[in-house]
C-alpha cells in the first residue's frame, strides 16, 4: 500500500479481512506470463502484509516485497519467517523504485497504485519499474476501474461484522476525477470481550485505461492483454476490476 500514514492499526486485522482475493489466481496469472515462476526473480510492488509475496516464494520465485506502511512489513516478515522463506522486504515508495535490471516480473496487486495521487506518480512507479527489469520481463497489476469509483463505491455507506471485527465504511466522491474517500471506523473485540475503535481515512484514485496505456507506453512498455474481474475476457463498461499485462 502506498499511504504511509494508514493501516497502522489497519495491519493487524487486514488479513482477516481479505480471505475472499483469490491470491492463488494471481499466482497462476504470473506463473503464466512468465513461464514459470521456479527460480524467477520478481517484486511484490504495494506488498502489504506479503499474502501474495508468500505465495510466489512458495511457488519458488526469489520474492523483493515492497511497501510504504512499517505495520504491514512487519507481519509480511514474520509471516516468511514462520515459513522459513527468505523473502527481503523493504520500505519504500513505489514511486522510487530504482536499481539494476535484475528482476524477471513485477506485479502490483489489489488496486494498490490507486493509492498515488496524480499521474507523475503513476508514471515514475512505471519508469522505475521498467528500469530495474530485465529485457523481456512482465509487469502485471490491477486497478479499479472508473466504473468502480463513480458508481460502485458511491453505493456505500457498506458494513461488515464477523463477531470478532465489524466496521462501518463511508464513501463519497473525491475533489479529483475518479477519486473516492473513504472513510472507515472498525471496532475489534478484545479479550475482554470490550471492542477497540479504530478510524482510517483512505483516498484512491483511478483513470480511464487508455490513460493508463499511455503511461505504461510512455515508460517503455509494450502492452500484452488487458482484461478484467480474474477473467481472460475484455474489459466492459461495467467491470469493475481492470487487469493490464506489459512487457518490457
Known sequence: MTNKEAYTDFASIYDELMTDIPYDHYVDLL?????????KKIIDVGCGTGILSVKLAKAG???TGIDLSKSM??????????LSLQIEFLEKPMQKIEGTEQFDAAVIAIDSLNYLPDRESILNTFVGIHSVLKSGGVLMF???STFKTNVIFMEGPFTFDNDRIAYIWHTEEGDREHSVLSELSFFVKEESGLYRRFDE??????YEIHEYVELLR????????IFADWEDEPPHEESERIFFQVRK
Open 31 to 39: 506463473s503464466l506470463a512468465t513461464e514459470g515462476l521456479k527460480g
Open 142 to 144: 490491477d486497478v479499479h
Open 218 to 225: 510512455e515508460a517503455g512498455f509494450t502492452i500484452e492483454r
Open 73 to 82: 512489513l512487519h507481519i509480511a516478515e514474520k509471516r516468511a519467517n514462520d
Open 61 to 63: 520465485a526469489f520474492v
Open 201 to 206: 481515512r483512505h483516498e484512491q484514485r483511478t
